[in-house]
C-alpha cells in the first residue's frame, strides 16, 4: 500500500467501526401540552403504581429504556409499571393542558409606594413560592429548610390575601410543621414577566420579594370548599393527584407581612392594611 493512502484506510476502518454506535443528547423531560392524559384513572389499584415513596417524596416510575432509549441503563432503582398506559400517565400526571391553565400574571404591579396594594398583588397572582420550616431530618435537625409549594389566594377574580396549600404528609416540610407549625413563605416578582421586561435582577431591590410569615394550619371544614376552589382552579391538575397520598389542605396564619419592592429599605406591613388592601 502506497503511504500516502494510509490515513484513509485507516479512517475507513474507524468508521466501519463505529458503525453500531449512536450520539446521544441529553434527554429532555419536557411533556408536550397535547400529550396531556385526560379524565385519567386514579383509582386506588393505579395510583401505588404511579408514585412510589422513595428518598424523595415522588420516584420515578417507569423503565428507564422509555425515555433514554432500548439499551441504555440509568442508575438507581425504578419501579417496573403494571402497563404502558400506566407509564404514559404516571409521566404527565403533574402536567397541565395549558390552554386550559388561566394566564396568573395581573396587569402592571402597583406603585411602589403602595406597599400592601404591592403585597397584596405578589400574594395573589404567584402561583407558587418558597417555605422555610425548622427542620426534623436527623442529620439538619433545628435547621432552616426549604421547599417549593404552589399556593393561592383565592380564585384569579377573588383575592383573599389568605394563602393556601394542598400537601401530603409525606412531605418533610409537613414533618416539619408538625413538630413546629411556624414557617416563613417568600414570593418574588421575578416570577412573573416584570422584572425580565425591566430586565431587574431578581436580587434588585426594584424586583419586588415578599415574605409572609405565620403558622400553619389545616383548614377547617367549613372553610374547605373555598379552599378547592382556590387551589383546584388555580392548578387544576391537582384534583387528579392521587388519593393514597392522603392530600390535605392547610392555610397559613399571618403574624408579619415583609416587603421589599424599592430601594432604601424594607416595609413591614401591618396586617390590617394587608387585608384591607386589593391586588386589582
Not at 209 to 225: H, Q, S, W
Amino acid at each position: 500500500m502506497k503511504p500516502h493512502y494510509f490515513p484513509l484506510a485507516l479512517l475507513a476502518a474507524l468508521l466501519a467501526l463505529c458503525r453500531g454506535y449512536t450520539l446521544r443528547s441529553s434527554v429532555s423531560w419536557v411533556v408536550s401540552s397535547n400529550d396531556v392524559v385526560e379524565d385519567a384513572d386514579l383509582s386506588e389499584e393505579v395510583a401505588p403504581a404511579l408514585l412510589v415513596d422513595g428518598a424523595g417524596l415522588w420516584k420515578q416510575a417507569y423503565p428507564s429504556s422509555d425515555v433514554l432509549g432500548d439499551g441504555v441503563e440509568s442508575p438507581g432503582e425504578l419501579v417496573k409499571p403494571e402497563s404502558d398506559g400506566v407509564a404514559q400517565l404516571s409521566s404527565r400526571l403533574f402536567s397541565y393542558r395549558l390552554e386550559k391553565v388561566k394566564k396568573s400574571a395581573g396587569s402592571s404591579p402597583p406603585p411602589h409606594q403602595e406597599t400592601a396594594r404591592t403585597a397584596r398583588y405578589i400574594a395573589h397572582y404567584s402561583d407558587w413560592g418558597h417555605l422555610a420550616t425548622i427542620s426534623t431530618q436527623d442529620k439538619i435537625k433545628g435547621l432552616p429548610f426549604g421547599n417549593i409549594f404552589s399556593v393561592s389566594d383565592g380564585p384569579l377574580d377573588n383575592s383573599t390575601g389568605v394563602i393556601y396549600f394542598y400537601v401530603t404528609p409525606m412531605d418533610n416540610t409537613v414533618s416539619d410543621l408538625k413538630s413546629n407549625p411556624y414557617a416563613s413563605l417568600t414570593f418574588s416578582e421575578a416570577e412573573g414577566e416584570f422584572c425580565r421586561q425591566m430586565a431587574y435582577d431578581p436580587e434588585d431591590p426594584r424586583c419586588a420579594r415578599l415574605t409572609l410569615t405565620g403558622k400553619m394550619v389545616e383548614v377547617a371544614p367549613e372553610e374547605l370548599t373555598f379552599a378547592k376552589e382556590a387551589m383546584f382552579s388555580r392548578h387544576p391538575v391537582m384534583a387528579k393527584w392521587p388519593v393514597g397520598h392522603k392530600w390535605f389542605f392547610m392555610k397559613l396564619e399571618l403574624i408579619q407581612v415583609w416587603l421589599q419592592d424599592w430601594v432604601g429599605g424594607v416595609s413591614l406591613i401591618p396586617l390590617e392594611d394587608y387585608f384591607k388592601a386589593t391586588p386589582f
